[in-house]
């Protein structure tokens, strides 16, 4: 159940961190 959001929420960071660069 959590891990969706876990896998969500590390994708979105891992775009967010990419962007920002």
């Known amino acids: 159940m959590n891990i969706i959001l876990s896998s969500l929420l ?9 962007q920002k660069r």
């Open 10 to 18: 590390e994708r979105r960071n891992k775009r967010d961190e990419n």
